[in-house]
Each structure stands twice: as structure tokens, then as C-alpha cells.
């Protein structure tokens, strides 16, 4: 009767095993840094524009000062 060697039974199993984890762990970060890339928010909002004539460096005054 044919014996497989057991080194070989495991070489078989846990290399294609250690390969497969490797790839998963890349298309897991390459995923969540792709996901974070689109929902990066790197712009300004707009804000409304005021009446420039109402205030001095955006310091409103209340009233006459005198």
C-alpha cells in the first residue's frame, strides 16, 4: 500500500492556506483604503456670503459707538 508522507500532505495544505490569507488581507486593506479614499471629505463647505458692508473683518457692530 502507497503511504503519502505527511510532509508532503501539509506542505500541500499550508502553503495554497498561507497564500490565500496573504491575498485576503491585501484586498481587505486595498478595499478599506479605497472606501476611505471616496468618502474623504477634503473640500470646504460653501458658506453664504454676508453683506460686506455690514461688518468689519466679520466683527459685527451693534449700534452706533459714539
Given at each position: 500500500?502507497?503511504?503519502?508522507?505527511?510532509?508532503?500532505?501539509?506542505?500541500?495544505?499550508?502553503?495554497?492556506?498561507?497564500?490565500?490569507?496573504?491575498?485576503?488581507?491585501?484586498?481587505?486593506?486595498a478595499?478599506?483604503?479605497?472606501?476611505?479614499?471616496?468618502?474623504?471629505?477634503?473640500?470646504?463647505?460653501?458658506?453664504?456670503?454676508?453683506?460686506?458692508?455690514?461688518?468689519?473683518?466679520?466683527?459685527?457692530?451693534?449700534?452706533?459707538?459714539?
Amino acid at each position: 500500500m502507497n503511504r503519502i508522507e505527511p510532509s508532503v500532505v501539509l506542505v500541500s495544505l499550508i502553503v495554497p492556506a498561507a497564500w490565500s490569507v496573504a491575498v485576503g488581507l491585501l484586498l481587505g486593506a486595498a478595499a478599506i483604503f479605497g472606501i476611505t479614499l471616496m468618502v474623504q471629505q477634503d473640500t470646504r463647505p460653501l458658506l453664504p456670503g454676508g453683506d460686506p458692508s455690514s461688518s468689519v473683518l466679520n466683527r459685527v457692530e451693534y449700534g452706533n459707538r459714539t
